[in-house]
């Protein structure tokens, strides 16, 4: 029966360490990416321009409804028979970030859809553009909306990296897979990664529930009736 040894942790901390750092780089890339296309589809998918519209409905529908492996798969073996090659970590960090852009999306939508309509035309008539108003006035309050709906999805991101490994991406996984090969220790060397996940999506957890608590506070002040002028005086104040 296997024990855990977290030794295997310190003869092979170049491993670890390599695949750690280049998780939290793909996972940075990939946010950061997935954060601007997702807010272009959304709006793609809002937009009264009809072939703008179609676009981004068809190519979020298609995207969300097909796994993550074929996604990275299409751009490291697929794209090589159209004479593009890309490397695992290139291919693995594009299909993160277009997966991961069609959910987040579908949140920032789903935000501007709660926006009164009023906003926009209140901007549209002070004399902004229809991207100046989306981008000024309604973006800001959709985003702020569905913060922690995208906070989840980015943890998601973190997790979904992982895929990396199955196309030589040089991410945690891959190196975990490379030492226990050599040691044999499925148990320590796996409990060993998911660890280094926890550093990674805790974090993020407690910040996601923290924005939610925030937010749904500050909702809550917002909601709440003004008092009345006269009341609550202070005692012996005379009201004329």
């Known amino acids: 029966m296997g024990t855990l040894d977290f030794s295997v942790l310190f003869r092979h901390s170049d491993r670890f360490i390599e695949g750690f750092l280049n998780t939290i780089q793909v996972s940075v890339m990939a946010l950061i990416g997935s954060f601007v296309l997702g807010a272009i589809l959304a709006i793609f998918r809002i937009s009264p321009v009809k072939p703008l519209n179609w676009f981004g409905t068809a190519f979020v529908e298609f995207i969300r409804n097909i796994p993550l492996l074929l996604v990275v798969f299409f751009f490291y073996l697929g794209l090589p028979s159209l004479g593009i090659s890309l490397d695992g970590f290139v291919a693995g960090t594009l299909g993160l970030t277009i997966y991961t852009a069609v959910f987040i999306a579908e949140a920032i939508r789903a935000g501007i859809q709660t926006v009164p309509r009023g906003q926009m035309e209140a901007a549209r008539s002070s004399g902004l553009s229809y991207i100046q108003a989306m981008n000024l006035v309604i973006l800001p309050q959709a985003i702020k909306i569905v913060l922690p709906s995208i906070g989840n999805q980015f943890i998601n991101l973190v997790k979904n990296s992982s895929i990396l490994a199955v196309v030589a991406g040089m991410d945690l996984m ?4 490379i030492v226990n090969s ?6 320590s060397v796996y409990t060993i990664v998911a660890l280094f996940y926890l550093t990674l999506t ?3 957890s407690f910040l996601v529930h923290y924005m939610e608590r925030r937010f749904g506070q500050s909702d809550a002040e917002a ?3 003004k008092g009345k002028p006269g009341k ?6 005379v009201t004329m």
């Open 174 to 177: 891959y190196f975990a897979d």
């Open 182 to 187: 050599d040691t044999f220790q499925p148990l």
């Open 202 to 204: 805790l974090p993020l």
């Open 223 to 225: 909601r709440k009736p």
């Open 232 to 237: 609550n005086k202070p005692a012996g104040q």
